[in-house]
Each structure stands twice: as structure tokens, then as C-alpha cells.
């Protein structure tokens, strides 16, 4: 889909085992499937399904996302950082498509 | 004994019954974004007889909703100034132009929405959706965009985000003067079936619940506004036209003149206010 934009914010760890607040936000109309258009039809579904972290190949969170999330889907956790490296965020939509972003940790 | 059992379980329903207060936010609460305080509170302008302040319609949401616009990451209202910064590149047209090809850097607009809106060189009243399609079509030779389109919502969004805490100041004087009296006109006279004015509520009421709504001035100082209601940005026509159908009018079109006049005699009013955008609103 044209047009998602993904936005990450983390907090920098100072060292490591430290704890860093994570906020992930993306744009996206998030469609149900579950309303009609001015004609009476069904508006297909297109939703994103699945919510992924990973830091340095190693999954942090794993989200399935279901119709009832609303537009512009908006994460918020806590993760621990082990050592330097770097946060993966991808985002599957449900058309195939895959919006990645994300952000280096280095003390 | 049916009869007894229901009459039980009915007085433990209405014992368990509390008068719950609405969700009110602070109306002392200070807005802050980015170590940066906006203008929330203001001395009423000098044309607004019947009021001594002017507030900020965010003073009236809950503490929730007013954090969300207090940090510029969780505002999703953000996500349309990124997209207007990339339009604002974009050349289009037969002319070869992009917005940057005369302006320069987007920073150069900041000032603008405090002026909006604004009687053009040939004396006709434009907001600032009538500016952007006017160096579409005539600068740029593109085509013009829809009044509430994605692409105009951006680009006012983030126009206006460069005016961000920069107190409005609209000029109601001179040749803008017939425009602002047709809009004052309209804001003071009954409507639709209900037979409001809009004074009704934002002057004589602020502050008060209507049903469920923290009533507030309906200042615009905010706008664009991401409503969490549209789940999106909407432009201040839009909120205009959903007031007035709220009073069972027959409401005006966007970017009408009757609608751009109430626009410069609304934003009049929140003259002194700091320039919001991207608000949050629900």
C-alpha cells in the first residue's frame, strides 16, 4: 500500500541490561472488512496483521493484529538492551507488503 | 416469590448506581511541547464585547487527549506535516515547479497560518486552501486538489505547523472589514431547526456539557485538527459544516464564501491564541 509511513522513537540505553522505552507508530486506514461503501458493498479488508521487534536477530515482541484495531496503529514497550546493536520494526500488511524501520543503540 | 427476587436484584442495581462525573481536563494545565509554551489563555480581543478571555479549545479535553498533542511523537497529526514537508518537493504540473522551486525551504511559510484567512490582491477573501490550489493551477499548471483531500490536508497541516505557536492575527480591518461583518452576521443568527446560533454554545455556554461534549469557544486556533473522531486531520470547513448540521441547518459547501467568511470571524476571535497545529481534539 502506497503512502504508510512508519515513525520509531527509543530511548537510548547508557549501558548494557538497561531497560529503554520503545514507541512505534505507523500510518495506515487499518480497513475492518466489516463496512460498506455508498453502494452498499463490502469494503475489502486491509489491515496490518503482524507487529514485529527484533534486536540484533533476536525477536523482542511479536503482535498479532486483528480487524478491531483502529487507523494508525500505535505501539508502546519496554525492552532490554543486551549490547550494542540495532532494532528491526517490520510491519506485514495484509496486501504482502512489509514496512521496516529501525533505530541504533550504542553507549 | 419471582416478584421479590427482582425487586432485590432492582435495589442492588440502583445501589450500585453513582453519578459518574464526565472526563473534564485541567483547565489550568499549561501546554507544552518541546520546552516550547503555547498561548492557551488570552485577553479577549477588543471587538469581542461580551467576553474578558479567550481559551484554547484544548484546555477543554480530557488530560488523556491533552498529552497526546503535548508530545510531537505520539501526535498522529505529525504523520501529515511529514507528508506535506515531502509535497512540498514534489514537482508537478506542465510549469516543472515544485512548491520549493519558489518558496525555497517550507520554514519560509511560517506566519502564514496566522494570517489565514486572507483577502487577495483582487479584494476576494481566500483561506488557505484557496491560496495553495491558486499556485497549482496558475504557477505550477497542476491540477487543483480536493478542499479535504489527503494531499491538501498535508500540505495546509504542515504549512500551518510552521506558524506553530505564533499567536494568530487575522486582519478584520480595511478590506477585509465587509467579510468579517458577513461572518460575525452569521455567527450571532439563529439556525436550522434547532435554532441555534453558534454563539449559543461557544459564547454563552463554554465551559458547560452538552450531553457528553465538554462544551469549549470553538476557537480554530488549532487547526488542522487531528480529531481521534475522524481518526484523521480535518480542515476547518469540515468542522464548521458539522456544527451547523448539528443545529438541522442546511449547511454551505466547502471552501464557500459564506464558510470563509465565518472562518475569518472565528479565527478573529482566537486573535492572541498561539497557532497549534497539528492540534489533537476527540
Not at chain 1, 41 to 48: G, H, M, V, Y
Not at chain 2, 15 to 34: F, N, Q, R
Not at chain 2, 249 to 278: F, K
Request: proline share 4%; aromatic share 8%; glycine share 10%.
Amino acid at each position: 500500500m502506497e503512502g504508510v509511513r512508519p515513525r520509531v522513537r527509543v530511548d537510548n540505553a547508557t549501558e548494557a541490561g538497561a531497560s529503554v522505552e520503545v514507541k512505534t507508530l505507523i500510518s495506515h486506514p487499518m480497513e475492518s472488512g466489516q463496512r460498506r461503501d455508498g453502494d452498499g458493498n463490502l469494503i475489502p479488508r486491509q489491515i496490518i496483521n503482524r507487529f514485529t521487534a527484533e534486536y540484533n536477530g533476536e525477536m523482542v515482541i511479536d503482535i498479532a493484529i486483528d480487524p478491531a484495531v483502529s487507523t494508525n496503529p500505535y505501539f508502546e514497550f519496554d525492552a532490554t538492551v543486551p549490547e550494542p546493536g540495532s532494532f528491526t520494526f517490520t510491519w506485514y500488511d495484509d496486501d504482502g507488503d512489509v514496512y521496516t524501520a529501525t533505530d541504533d543503540q550504542s553507549w | 416469590m419471582p416478584g421479590y427476587t427482582r425487586k432485590a436484584t432492582l435495589a442492588v442495581l440502583l445501589a450500585g448506581t453513582v453519578m459518574v462525573a464526565p472526563a473534564l481536563g485541567d483547565e489550568s494545565a499549561e501546554l507544552v511541547i518541546d520546552g516550547e509554551t503555547l498561548i492557551t489563555r488570552a485577553p479577549a480581543p477588543e471587538h469581542m464585547e461580551n467576553m474578558s478571555e479567550i481559551m484554547s479549545g484544548w484546555l477543554f479535553r480530557s488530560s488523556e487527549t491533552q498529552a497526546v498533542q503535548m508530545d510531537d511523537f505520539d501526535n498522529p497529526g505529525m504523520l501529515y506535516v511529514d507528508e506535506g514537508l515531502d509535497l512540498w518537493n514534489v514537482v508537478e504540473g506542465e510549469a516543472g515547479e515544485s512548491c520549493a522551486s519558489c518558496h525555497g525551504d517550507a520554514e519560509s511559510m511560517a506566519g502564514v497560518r496566522t494570517q489565514m484567512p486572507h483577502v487577495n490582491e483582487n479584494g476576494e477573501l481566500w483561506a488557505m486552501e484557496d491560496y495553495i490550489n491558486n499556485c497549482r493551477t496558475e504557477r505550477m499548471g497542476a491540477e487543483a486538489w480536493g478542499w479535504e483531500s489527503n494531499e491538501m490536508l498535508s500540505m495546509t497541516t504542515m504549512i500551518s505547523y510552521q506558524s506553530r505557536g505564533m499567536p494568530m492575527d487575522v486582519q478584520i480591518d480595511g478590506e477585509a472589514a465587509p467579510y468579517w461583518e458577513q461572518g460575525r452576521e452569521m455567527y450571532y443568527t439563529r439556525t436550522g431547526q434547532l435554532n441555534f446560533s453558534c454563539a449559543n454554545c461557544h459564547e454563552d455556554n463554554y465551559g458547560n456539557m452538552l450531553r457528553a461534549d465538554h462544551l469549549s469557544q470553538g476557537q480554530i486556533n488549532g487547526f488542522p485538527v487531528y480529531r481521534l473522531k475522524w481518526a484523521g486531520v480535518g480542515s476547518i470547513h469540515r468542522r464548521l459544516r458539522g456544527c451547523i448540521t448539528d443545529t438541522r441547518a442546511e449547511t454551505y459547501g466547502r471552501g464557500s464564501d459564506e464558510l470563509t467568511a465565518l472562518e475569518l470571524y472565528v479565527a478573529s476571535r482566537g486573535n492572541g491564541l498561539s497557532v497549534e497545529a497539528p492540534s489533537v481534539r476527540n
